[in-house]
């Protein structure tokens, strides 16, 4: 049997998961340890518009593709649209001028199931919050104002924008949490309030890890210790703030613990950095606030005198709930953009199907015309062909999978329809090649 035509309503009628993943591709790069400093060449969060408008334009050129590109607090997000992740990824490598970007890649649904995790608040530190979400309306305004990205295109983040108001009425999150930084000053101001001047470690000196040492000398603490990988690199972060500290290595830490009252994490690194086997070099009842996402620290990573007050923590504090009540969450969240993006992908696919049937019977009812004009179509036998031609339409439609055309053409052929056969086997040929045309083009 001729294959031609296999494949034809799978086209033109079901949404196809490979042919989703070959339209939608997203790259994105969390900020860890390892990638901070790649990582700060990529975000556009600090350009101005214009500068911020040229890079993307310049992206969209480069690879020839519509980009949008999304830069928060903690990551660098890139989505493009009929291209393949490696190519958008060179590109930005080629604009930037990076040998290797570390990206995490997806495509088709999982990259569109990966931004409503993020802007629905399910991926973030303190879980609902709405930062991310203000953050995605206003590159999207951004990419349509500066014609970035076409109207098309911009649907798919309409519906990341639906999906999120679902999943955040749906689990009560109409409102954000606190700041991280409230927070952070309201636990250590309850602390402070049973002691008097404290030791304090600040792992990290990042954006977070300077907040931090702030917070502390607002709060009355002078004898801070600061702790990152290269400490006179990180000096020149804030020279004035750094001189009011003692600022070592972590390789400096680890060879002479101290002896702390609060440590504060604000390192940025995918696995904790201390567990089990590699302890937290610090002695004394310390209490220890972990800020990294993920987590830096693990329990079994401290001595019995430590309290821990990590994600668990963070998590009830925020939302006044328990870690079971977390993972109950989590699991919620992603059932409900399971049902959501199968909602959707049926709307696609019903929207697809009105489409395809009303070109497959308007394509049949032109054919039809065309036969009314046969030498071999007798007068009496005029009348029948728009109504055959409608009943060919209804035939290819109603296949619910793939068909060969071999089968079409039998279905033609064994017509009931009084047609003399030299009328059929001219509207036969005729849909034979109308057809096989029309998959080739699928």
């Known amino acids: 049997m001729d294959a031609l035509a296999e494949g034809m309503r799978s086209n033109s009628n079901h949404i196809d998961a490979d042919k989703m993943k070959s339209k939608i591709c997203l790259l994105s790069l969390k900020f860890e340890s390892n990638n901070i400093d790649v990582a700060k060449q990529l975000t556009t969060e600090g350009l101005t518009l214009t500068k911020r408008v040229a890079f993307i334009k310049k992206l969209s050129r480069t690879v020839d593709a519509e980009v949008f590109e999304f830069s928060t607090c903690n990551r660098v997000l890139f989505v493009g649209f009929d291209i393949d992740p490696t190519t958008l990824a060179q590109g930005i490598s080629d604009i930037a001028k990076l040998p290797h970007i570390p990206f995490q890649t997806m495509t088709g649904s999982d990259a569109w199931r990966y931004l409503v995790k993020i802007c629905s608040g399910l991926d973030s530190f303190i879980v609902g919050e709405l930062q991310v979400m203000s953050q995605l309306r206003s590159s999207i305004n951004i990419h349509r104002e500066n014609n ?8 798919f983040f309409e519906h990341v924008i639906s999906a999120t108001r679902i999943i955040r009425k749906e689990l009560g999150y109409t409102s954000s949490t606190e700041s991280m930084l409230n927070l952070a000053t309201t ?52 020279p004035a703030i750094a ?11 680890n060879k002479t613990p101290i002896d702390a009252d609060i440590v504060i994490s604000t390192m940025r690194c995918s696995t904790p950095a201390y567990t089990e086997n590699n302890p937290l070099p610090i002695s004394g009842q310390a209490t220890i606030l972990d800020f990294s996402w993920p987590p830096s620290i693990e329990v079994n990573g401290i001595s019995n005198e430590h309290v821990l007050l990590g994600m668990k923590h963070w998590i009830q504090v925020a939302r006044n709930i328990d870690h079971s009540e977390y993972t109950t969450l989590m699991e919620k969240g992603d059932k409900l953009i399971e049902n959501i993006q199968d909602r959707y992908m049926e709307a ?18 032109e054919l039809s015309a065309s036969w009314e004009s046969f030498s071999s179509a007798h007068e009496k036998e005029i009348p029948q062909l728009g109504a055959f031609a409608r009943e060919i339409a209804t035939w290819i439609c109603q296949q619910n999978t793939s068909f060969y055309l071999s089968e079409l053409i039998n279905h033609v052929n064994s017509t009931n329809r009084s047609l003399n056969s030299n009328l059929l086997a001219e509207v036969s040929r005729d849909v034979e090649t109308s057809i096989r045309n029309l998959a080739t083009i699928a």
């Not at 970035?148 to 649907?155: E, K, R």
């Not at 890890?209 to 600061?226: F, R, W």
């Open 148 to 155: 970035l990205i076409g109207t098309f295109n911009l649907a």
């Open 187 to 238: 636990s250590l101001e309850d602390i402070l309030s049973q002691r008097e001047n404290v030791q304090s470690v600040v792992l990290g000196f990042g954006d977070m890890g300077l907040k931090a040492v702030e917070t502390l000398q607002n709060l009355g603490q002078p004898n801070i210790v600061v702790v990152s990988r290269n400490p006179s690199e990180s000096a020149k972060r804030d």
């Open 243 to 253: 001189k009011t500290c003692d600022m070592i290595s972590y390789d400096e830490l």
């Open 348 to 365: 696609l696919s019903n929207k697809n199907e009105a489409r395809f049937r009303a070109f497959i019977y308007g394509h049949m009812e």
